[in-house]
């Protein structure tokens, strides 16, 4: 790509793609090689030739442009958990795409992870009322999904978020569920907890957050998981093969870590040993960092 027929080509090809609203399955490969392969030098001119598909109209387009003004808004999350396809012919194809990334299928794969996580501790309750935390709660779709799927439900949630606008979409989903569950418009590094949990669940969240306050946050929330509880909190592998389109096309950056960093991260909390382990959904792209008391 760095010399001028070479670079004649990439015109060319992205001029085809947006030309045919986009690309068909068997073109997916050689787009993603050549978005690995490119330098950094060379991502403005790339963005600015596909300008016409990054908006909001296309799920890597929202990402780019950021309408609620961050990564990771509870509104692309369920985008992602539903595979929304915008059904307009300019940008169907875009989506269809981007639902074939792995790390978009790790996301569906880790809302499944909570809802068994979800449902063994509802069967370990045998009636007895169960409390969890879920910080950085979204859309609270793996919750939903969870109700619908055990209706004699135990467990009783409280559900911190930042944004009030993810809050009154997840309150509104969760309409005939309320009963049972008690949303905070709080910033989980602010946040004092008054009770015990008997789980402490987060996804999408600590990606976000520098190392300092990972390890911070773990040793502060583990003091309030319940004698025989667990936290189990999420994060991005550093393996993971959507990385670069995500930050080349998605403007989408999260810090991405190891299992040896995620159970580092839990030693340098103070946790023991014996308590640290780190699970992960089928890809192995959404590790999760599980902490027992
Ligand atoms: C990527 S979403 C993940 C949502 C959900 N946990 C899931 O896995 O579907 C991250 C959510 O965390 C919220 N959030 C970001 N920073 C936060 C903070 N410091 N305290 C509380 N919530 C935060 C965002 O508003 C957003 O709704």
């Known amino acids: 790509m760095n010399n001028s027929v070479e670079t004649e080509t990439l015109q060319d090809k992205i001029e085809n793609l947006l030309r045919k609203h986009g690309p068909e399955p068997p073109e997916y490969e050689e787009l993603l090689s050549l978005v690995d392969a490119m330098e950094a030098s060379e991502v403005e001119a790339f963005r600015e030739a596909m300008q016409p598909i990054l908006t909001p109209d296309t799920i890597i387009g929202f990402s780019f442009t950021k309408p609620f003004g961050y990564n990771g808004d509870f509104f692309i999350i369920e985008k992602i958990y539903q595979r929304y396809v915008n059904p307009d012919e300019h940008f169907r194809r875009w989506d269809e795409f981007f639902h074939t990334f792995p790390a978009a299928i790790a996301v569906v794969n880790r809302k499944a992870l909570a809802r068994k996580v979800l449902a063994e501790l509802n069967s370990k309750a045998a009636g007895k009322q169960r409390e969890v935390l879920i910080l950085g709660s979204g859309p609270v ?15 009783r949630f409280d559900l911190l978020d930042l944004d009030n ?9 969760h309409r005939n569920n309320l009963h049972c569950m008690n949303f905070q418009n709080q910033n989980v590094i602010r946040f004092n907890p008054e009770k015990q949990y008997d789980l402490i669940w987060s996804a999408g969240l600590f990606d976000y957050f520098k190392d300092k306050h990972f390890v911070f946050l773990i040793r502060r929330y583990y003091e309030f998981v319940k004698e025989g509880g667990e936290m189990i909190i999420g994060n991005f592998n550093v393996e993971n093969p959507s990385r670069k389109i995500m930050e080349v096309l998605g403007d989408w950056f999260l810090y991405h870590r190891s299992v040896d960093e995620l159970n580092d991260f839990a030693r340098r909390a103070g946790i023991p040993d014996d308590k640290i382990s780190v699970i992960q959904e089928p ?11």
Not at 141 to 155: G, K, M, Q, R
Not at 165 to 173: H, L, P, T
Not at 283 to 293: A, D, H, S
């Open 141 to 155: 779709t793996e919750v939903y999904e969870y109700f619908n799927e055990n209706p004699a439900n135990t467990l």
């Open 165 to 173: 606008r993810s809050i009154a979409y997840a309150k509104n989903k």
């Open 283 to 293: 890809l192995g792209i959404n590790l999760f960092l599980r902490l027992r008391k």
